[in-house]
């Protein structure tokens, strides 16, 4: 299945979300195109993200396109969260009214849990790193309250990488991380995220290569 450019999902998103929001507004509080996809960020409100059509779901890399109405509203919460986490469209608060109040974002490679205003930390981290910062996704499956995506991390090496052995100075390079992510959503808002990303790639695009060598020495 062909992967799809983010700029084509983040459309998508937006027009389900604006579609939402058009029919719960007052006729007094309608603003521009712009304004209001600025302001997309109802991610828990399941009216605003049940408005996806079958001509923009056709846009996604969809794994099964009969999908339930409740099964729309749990994508577009996930979309919403993407959008919200790109380097060009970044909004903190945005991805973590996503989470219900005990939700929980796991980064299983590293080994960390973020929880609560925790949350808020994941995002600004990766764009310092990479402050283009960008997801493609290539496969999406939906199942009742289960979203699970592959896609890969993409960006651009321009922020200091903190390690145990000094500061990785940035170089400039283009990272294209391998990544697995699975959602688990409740009530329209997501209550784990389970985040698998392709670090040995994604350090090695960065010319950062595992020591090898220093492990076998110690035996």
Not at 108 to 132: H, I, S, T, W
Not at 152 to 161: C, K, M, N, R, V
């Amino acid at each position: 299945m062909k992967s799809l450019g983010w700029k084509t999902i983040v459309t998508t998103a937006a027009v389900a979300s604006l579609s939402g929001l058009a029919l719960a507004a007052a006729p007094t509080q309608a603003a521009s195109p712009v304004a209001d996809r600025a302001r997309v960020h109802a991610v828990g409100n399941s009216k605003a993200h049940a408005g996806l059509t079958p001509r923009e779901l056709s846009k996604l890399p969809l794994t099964n396109r009969h999908l339930s109405r409740h099964e729309i509203a749990n994508l577009a919460v996930v979309l919403n969260a993407y959008h919200v986490a790109e380097g060009d469209s970044l909004d903190v608060d945005a991805f973590t009214d996503s989470f219900a109040k005990d939700g929980v974002f796991n980064d299983e490679v590293a080994g960390q849990a973020y929880r609560g205003k925790a949350l808020g930390d994941v995002l600004p981290y990766m764009a310092n790193l990479f402050p283009d910062v960008h997801r493609n996704l290539k496969r999406i499956t939906v199942n009742g309250d289960e979203v699970s995506i592959e896609l890969s991390i993409q960006g651009t090496f321009e922020g200091p990488l903190q390690s145990p052995a000094g500061t990785v100075e940035p170089n400039g390079a283009k990272i294209d991380a391998p990544t697995a992510d699975f959602w688990y959503l409740r009530d329209g808002k997501v209550e784990k995220f389970n985040c698998y990303v392709g670090y040995t790639a994604m350090y090695a695009q960065m010319g950062v290569n595992l020591d090898w060598a220093s492990a076998v020495d110690k035996h």
